[in-house]
């Protein structure tokens, strides 16, 4: 199970990246805009500053902020030019799975996000999207169940061999974490903090407690 950091902090990736738990990055225009970046130049430089930190198989999915089909392969296009291991991420629009369609074709590689039904899924993988990015807790945001729909979208892939990977999106609580391991998902991406979050156990800190106490109690 890949565990991708949901950040542009590059902070954060080297807190990842110790923890030995970085697999890969994912961002999008609201992570980027909390960076001190403020043009597109300044973006994409911030990207190849990430990309220097990853390595092996490891990726990072830059957003396009176009909207239209021109302009997102156009963004597209630059974007994979950054470095090769940048991933272009589309949203799952008309104009969107279009583009992915086209930058497939060309050998780019594509995320493509924003998907919350088993039918935008499905676009995604004829689009030929190397992730696809449920948004699980978004969904379950809205009182339905974000993990129905990720356990859904890997019956529909498994059924046809369609090859692009699940990258569960929006993961908020471990819960989470430990629900796609159990349905098998490629990745997950989430803050850091979630993976963290895995580790905590009071049954962990009173047990490491009573063998300190009983250790020093006894040996000097
Ligand atoms: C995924 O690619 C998105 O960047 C992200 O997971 C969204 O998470 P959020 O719903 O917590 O903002």
Redo the contacts with the bound molecule.
Sequence with gaps: MKFFI?TANLEEIHEARSLGMLDGI???P??ISKESVSNQKEIRSHYLSICHLLKNEEDI?A?VISTNYEDMVKEGEELSLVHPRIIV?IPMTQDGIKSINFLSKKGIKT?C?LVFSEGQSILAAKSGAYYV?P?I??ID?ISYNGLHLIKNIKKIYENYNFKTRI?A????TPLHIIECSKIGIYAV???IQVIKNLLRNPLTDIGLDKFMKDYKNKII
Excluded: Q
């Design positions: 949901d994912t961002t999008n609201s992570l999915s957003e991420k995320n996000t990015s948004f807790g978004r945001d990258l999106a929006s993961i908020r991406t989430s803050p």
